[in-house]
């Protein structure tokens, strides 16, 4: 199991940007293809974005492309969702999470471990 810890969370205007982060505490982090995922009030949690492990490949949600980046750090098992020009759809908690295998997808029950979540609110 991994533990992982999400921040950068906060309020902001449409337009703006955030970066969150998500730490993990793990023996091998490069052995895991990290994912972010979202849930909005009164909605399921959807996928945002993944990575594999060596942050060779990503994907998005089409919501998101072209504003989100994730990228991934492993000397510093962290790894980053960058946020550009949010919208006030974008509010919602945003979670990190971990799956074991090399390949990457959006598909919620195929990750393991799972953070706390990051309040992001975007005002318009």
């Known amino acids: 199991q991994v533990q992982l810890v999400e921040s950068g969370g906060g309020l902001v205007q449409a337009g703006g940007s955030l970066r969150l982060s998500c730490a993990a505490s793990?023996?091998?982090?490069?052995?895991?293809?990290m994912g972010w995922f979202r849930q909005a009030p009164g909605k399921e949690r959807e996928f945002v974005a993944a990575?594999?492990?060596?942050?060779?490949?990503?994907i998005y949600a089409d919501s998101v492309k072209g504003r989100f980046t994730i990228s991934r750090d492993n000397a510093r098992n962290t790894v980053y969702l960058q946020m550009n020009s949010l919208k006030p759809e974008d509010t919602a908690v945003y979670y990190c999470?971990?799956?074991?295998?090399?390949?990457?997808?959006?598909?919620?029950?195929?990750?393991?471990?799972w953070g706390q979540g990051t309040q992001v609110t975007v005002s318009s």
């Open positions: 793990v023996r091998t982090f490069s052995n895991y293809a």
């Open positions: 990575i594999n492990r060596n942050g060779g490949s990503t």
């Open positions: 999470a971990a799956r074991f295998t090399r390949s990457i997808g959006p598909i919620q029950r195929e990750y393991d471990s």
